[in-house]
């Protein structure tokens, strides 16, 4: 159904991730590498730090610290109170991480985070999509430094998030419009099947809520000319990648996000007028309110769940 939006800018374009602390704050990261600190009532958002990349994911860490996917830099703790930065990850194997993306934080302390390409930097994310690399990786962080790849082949790796028991860590698949559920507990450990597919539009940032649900950013809705390209051969997908972008298939305006049991059952499924906001790539279930995070605007948005 279609619920209220409330617009809350921020000074910089792009958020394309948001995080809800304990106390309320929302954090956002934006293009120029600003990370923001944004009080839910009044809105007013006061810088916190830079990382001198492009952020992505925001979780937080054991240590009260800023978790940052930088799509640049790789995977980067902050202190919000200094600013100060600290690399965590930058490389896998001695291969540079390309396209660190979103990650999720478990009670151990393990991370486990998305580098969606291989190939492709975010500034050519398009040619990713449409070559369809299957490039992507899921990656987990113990925490004495040790890195390990636990998923690859993933057709472009994005959201990150860790059930309410973390019997499971989800990343979706933004080509294929899945999400993969990878068990770490219970008969199934170490098996990989789908929390969900056949989503009406292509994944992006994915969140465990307060509600203990599994939220999905639906940046776009499903396209059929992406779809027919997606299904043409190798060869013809790449020139399809080459032309400009503004003739290649384009992201259609929407603001839609969804919320999964731990049975993939679609709890939630909440769209609003996408005039003045679009391009939803964060979401952030908390206490009943759903944040919204977008890679075009410079703002972050609010849906009350009650509208739901």
């Given at each position: 159904m279609t619920a209220r939006l409330r617009i809350v800018p921020v000074p910089s374009h792009g958020t394309e991730d948001v995080l809800v602390a304990d106390d309320g704050t929302v954090?956002?990261?934006?293009a120029d590498g600003n990370l923001y600190a944004v009080e839910p009532t009044s809105g007013q958002a006061r810088l916190i730090g830079?990382?001198?990349?492009?952020?992505?994911?925001?979780?937080?860490?054991?240590d009260g610290r800023l978790l940052v996917c930088d799509a640049h830099h790789g995977l980067l703790a902050v202190d919000a109170?200094?600013?100060?930065?600290?690399?965590?990850?930058?490389?896998?194997?001695?291969?540079?991480?390309?396209?660190?993306?979103?990650?999720a934080v478990a009670t151990n302390g393990d991370i486990w985070f998305s580098d969606s390409s291989t190939r492709f930097g975010i500034e050519h994310w398009r040619k990713d999509f449409l070559q369809n690399t299957r490039t992507g990786q899921l990656i987990r962080r113990t925490p004495d430094g040790a890195v390990e790849i636990v998923l690859d082949d993933l057709a472009f790796s994005n959201g990150v998030a860790l059930a309410a028991d973390e019997s499971y860590v989800a990343v979706a698949e933004t080509v294929t419009r899945t999400v993969v559920r990878y068990w770490l507990t219970g008969p199934k450990a170490g098996q990989r099947d789908l929390l969900c597919e056949d989503l009406p539009g292509y994944p992006d940032n994915i969140a465990r809520g307060s509600d203990g649900l599994i939220w999905v950013a639906l940046p776009s809705v499903l396209d059929p000319i992406g779809e027919r390209v997606l299904r043409m051969p190798r060869g013809v997908r790449k020139l399809v990648s080459a032309i400009p972008p503004g003739l290649q298939p384009q992201v259609k305006r929407a603001v839609r996000v969804m919320a999964f049991d731990d049975d993939g059952r679609c709890v939630h499924d909440l769209s609003a007028d996408a005039t003045d906001f679009h391009m939803v790539t964060g979401v952030r279930e908390h206490g009943g309110q759903v944040w919204l995070g977008s890679l075009?605007?410079?703002?972050?948005?609010?849906?009350?769940?009650?509208?739901?």
């Open positions: 954090y956002t990261g934006t830079n990382t001198g990349g492009r952020p992505l994911g925001l979780e937080l860490l054991p109170a200094t600013g100060e930065l600290e690399t965590l990850v930058d490389a896998v194997h001695g291969r540079p991480l390309v396209f660190c993306n979103n990650a075009e605007e410079p703002a972050v948005a609010v849906i009350p769940l009650a509208a739901d």
